[in-house]
């Protein structure tokens, strides 16, 4: 049997994850794929769950300049300094694992190139939503489509969060509160909640489906702390929930890119998609639709994935490369990104209660080119205070310069919710 | 640029959708995968799909004795003569792909030692599922992982008469007839809608999922032929929906198998799963709960599963075999098959309308170890008529026992309906 030393550099809640499943999981992975994995050596710091002494090492030379191993699994996280321990193994032909979804929507180029180099693998399928085999479907089971779309929750915090307040009618201070506290949402919650997170599995994602680099800085972002109650409430009514959701579309030359709260409706395949849960959901010409669902987070669930990426790497004569057009992330001057995207618009005003203030306000989204689907003013006496419109598809632009002369119109109290509706 | 010969047997929807898919998405699999994939031979009976003459053959003789032919496609469907000419192809080194779900589940182990023997690849992604990457899943992203269930759907004709049924309230007669007439049911329904299709399905999955190979004789099948428009209507009031599940079950080594109509909770992953989509959910120890969705038909669906299948097996060296412990049929002496699974039952009966009755009832459901969860009876003047019990989780045999009694009782009109409900 096929003898296969790996290093695990990094030996926190991931790194531990993946010692613990492969203990559990080896003699199986012998069985059924024919190879042996042997952990040879633990890179760490620290060490906070007991492993032999013998495994133990505190620099990562002591792995990249032993000729036994053969994959070195990443599960620091960040970019400084594990990029350049990354950078140190790949250039000594070690093949790498990673989870670190900001290192490669970043320096995935960089990264590859070294990888070339000296001939070793490049892995990270438990970059984009852990568990969820979502790379290697669209590298080996989607050859034969052009893939034109990908709609995903990627976020398992946020999800979480809208899910709390989807069910239980809560506020998003107070959901927020209570995932900190649960350890589902970190101290300082940006990362997740601000679409960061998002942005960076998006930018991997949408660079395998459409065989094209994708940098971050081309991806529109906006987060959920905005989203209220009032206005899950509403969707609802309107049979709709509202998501996280990462958009990647790509016609002909046309690319667009955006993470933002989104509106979809209760029988779309991502409305179930619940909790923590992630999913992704893509559109090829040939297969259609297609979705994968699973846990977008958590230790074991990650290590599942980066095990996967050992026992397929290790079973690869010779490794793949990306190898995009503009790999080296330079854009090619072909790509056009479109950020006048169109779709149907969810928007709450405040408006004074006066009479001839709708009139205004409609006036005003007519003359943007907006067309009124429904209007709906919810509790009150006379015209106005609060309305709601939901739009007919319209251009981004338009609706946002709608918005700046709403809000700059007297009788506009606040502009409250502005929400993007994605039709199935 | 590697190029890959390639046969294609049998033109008919399937084999067609393969060519044009080809036709189209040529230069795409050549730029990303590196590979020219050249259809060199057709073999058909007629050609109703217009290709060049030099590609058309009339025996397969002319594939199988080529020495350029690297790859066949298989899309002849059914067993004779089919399966013979997939194991000549086999026995000439020939690589095979093919979509026949019927073929394997019930000749893999004989095909696979041909393919062993001349060292052939055997492919079949098509087989379950349509497009739905769920072979190459569990295959390449769960190889670190003790796979216990599988809930499915996937069977898509039942799935939309069931949909139908649900959305529109109307009667199982009536949604098959339009289905018969729109193509998506056939003239004899049974191969669906008794079970047969999933069943061969559910086969080829468990087979997969567990290692070890599953017999189609080992499989229990109930369609939904029986499935009231009121048992749908009540289900939905009760939270649930109705859907055409393949399970399989492994702990140990209990194994068990089954094909029938469930309730599913409307949260549930597979409740949002409608019209002919299918999806597969699988639980795996580290992974947790994983789902894949998609058109489970459809000729481009299959041509996308298919071409996967074809590029997958020209970038390998080396193929792999399944090589379960019980590879060639024989049943290890290890498993065991429980036929009594244990899930809570929806059991519907007509009773006489005389004072009493529920109280004999529920006695021979006590009898019989069943606890009830809810009793309800609709629209009664007096006590009985038509009742509704969910009970508490319940042995299969204490219930089928009980319903043998309960059909023998003079206070029984009518065991109207029976339905296992599966929990999340």
């Given at each position: 049997m096929k003898k296969v030393n790996v290093a695990i550099m990094g030996f926190g809640t991931v790194g531990t994850g993946v010692y613990k499943v492969l203990e559990k999981e080896k003699k199986n992975i012998e069985e059924k794929e024919g190879i042996s994995l042997n952990i040879a050596k633990v890179y760490s710091r620290h060490f906070h769950y007991n492993i032999?002494?013998?495994?133990?090492?505190?620099?990562?030379d002591d792995i990249s300049e032993d000729p036994d191993i053969d994959i070195v699994i990443e599960t620091i996280g960040g970019i400084e300094p594990t990029k350049d321990l990354v950078l140190q193994c790949l250039n000594s032909g070690k093949t790498v694992v990673t989870a670190n979804k900001k290192m490669i929507a970043m320096y995935w180029p960089e990264l590859e190139e070294a990888a070339k180099k000296t001939g070793a693998g490049l892995y990270f399928e438990a970059s984009v939503g852990a568990g969820i085999p979502i790379l290697r479907t669209i590298d080996d089971s989607l050859q034969a489509n052009t893939i034109s779309s990908v709609e995903a929750i990627i976020n398992g915090t946020t999800n979480y969060i809208l899910t709390k307040m989807y069910l239980e009618g809560r506020d998003y201070d107070d959901v927020l509160r209570e995932a900190q506290e649960l350890g589902y949402a970190e101290a300082d919650p940006s990362a997740d909640v601000d679409g960061y997170d998002a942005m960076y599995k998006l930018a991997i994602l949408a660079s395998k489906a459409f065989h094209t680099r994708i940098p971050i800085d081309r991806i529109y972002m906006e987060g959920i702390s905005g989203i209220k109650k009032k206005d899950i409430q509403f969707a609802s009514d309107f049979g709709y929930v509202i998501k996280l959701l990462a958009i990647a579309r790509k016609n002909g030359k046309k690319i667009e890119l955006r993470v933002h709260p989104a509106m979809i409706s209760k029988?779309?395949?991502?409305?179930?998609?619940?909790?923590?849960y992630n999913a992704i959901l893509l559109n090829g010409n040939a297969i259609g639709d297609i979705m994968v669902y699973g846990r977008g987070a958590g230790d074991f669930p990650t290590a599942s994935a980066v095990l996967s990426d050992v026992v397929y790497a290790a079973q690869k004569t010779k490794h793949k490369y990306a190898s995009f057009k503009n790999n080296m992330g330079e854009l090619s001057e072909e790509l056009e990104f479109n950020t006048n995207w169109q779709n149907p618009f969810y928007i709450r005003l405040d408006l004074l209660e006066r009479p001839g203030v709708l009139s205004k306000v409609t006036k005003i989204m007519g003359d943007h080119n907006i067309s009124l689907n429904l209007v709906m003013q919810k509790g009150l006496k006379k015209e106005a205070a609060t309305i709601v419109f939901l739009t007919y598809p319209s251009n981004e632009k338009d609706v946002q310069a709608a918005i700046q002369e709403l809000k700059l119109s007297e009788v506009v109290k606040k502009v409250s919710a502005v929400i993007r509706i994605i039709e199935d």
């Open positions: 032999p002494d013998i495994l133990k090492v505190y620099s990562v029988q779309h395949p991502l409305a179930n998609v619940l909790d923590s």
